[in-house]
């Protein structure tokens, strides 16, 4: 499966060939030792290290069913009438199909796939970049995309790339298109990454949005053993990412649109900090209770 998509997650493999999680973890694990694969956060990818990336059949076979939940989610955020950049990528043209149905958009994009998406969407308008094709995703780069996004300015970029940590964000496995990447976000208030579980935990060669840049992480629900996908997702949060989490559901393995954000960023939370929490508020209302009473007995005096 590696070889014919170049990337599988381990929740396509254990569907596949009815097993758990577990057991598929443990397969992948002997067969990177013999140097067959390489080993991803949620699942695996042909060998290669952090300067291999997948061409566009590949990525498409890869989380499908994770990547439409969170394109759905991340479709809620888009207003009509707004202004907003699309970058190129699988899921963001997931995300390019929904937004044909939101009135009076302006979406500018570098992505040949998402302009196709919106090609005949009723009352948007599609806004491409200048630049050189690159065939392996369909995406225009090079100084020509670049150029063409100096000056602009609109709501909200939408992004998507090959790995996600707190430590370093968003980031890619190509210069070239980390650069367009780079443009898209300076030209937005506000920067959307979109990235399944996969992507988490995962860091690639070149960085394309530093953590301190990402207002929102729309991604899915990580299994329920898969304590690093937890851990980075707290790790955003607690360095300012809003997290919004689109949750599979329903029947035969289809994806649900539940939408669960997690709580703004703050201090790592414990079950004894909330009882912290809950008893100083009561010692705060029993002060307020005996200040209102000494009050009151000195206007009787």
Known sequence: M?????????????????????????????????GLLDRRHGGAVLPGGFTRESGFPQKSHLATAEKTAIADLAASFVEEGEAI???????????????ARVPGLTVV?????????????????????????????????????????????????????????????????????????????????????????????????????????ITRLVTDEPAGHDDRAGTELQALADQGVQIAVAGAGGEGGSVGRQRREVPLPGPRRQGSGLRTAVALGAAAEQAQGAERARVADLRRR
Do not use: C, I, W
């Open 109 to 213: 994009t570098n992505s040949l796939l998402v302009a196709q998406a919106l090609a005949h969407a009723n009352r948007v308008e599609v806004v491409m970049t200048g630049g050189t094709l690159r065939g392996s995703n369909y995406a225009l780069v090079g100084s020509g995309a670049e150029q063409s996004l100096q000056g602009l300015r609109v709501s909200r970029a939408f992004l998507s790339g090959s790995g996600l940590t707190a430590e370093r964000g968003l980031s890619t496995s190509n210069m070239l298109s980390a650069s367009v990447d780079r443009a898209l976000v300076q030209a937005a208030a506000e920067v959307v990454v979109l990235a399944d579980h996969t992507k988490l935990g995962t860091d690639t060669m070149f960085q394309t949005v530093p953590t301190d840049l």
């Open 85 to 99: 950049v699309v970058g190129a990528g699988t899921t963001t043209q997931e995300l390019a199909r929904r937004l």
């Open 2 to 34: 590696v070889r014919a998509n170049g990337a599988v997650s381990l929740r396509e493999l254990a569907r596949v060939v009815q097993t758990s999680e577990v057991t598929v973890r443990r397969d992948v694990r002997a067969l990177e030792a013999e």
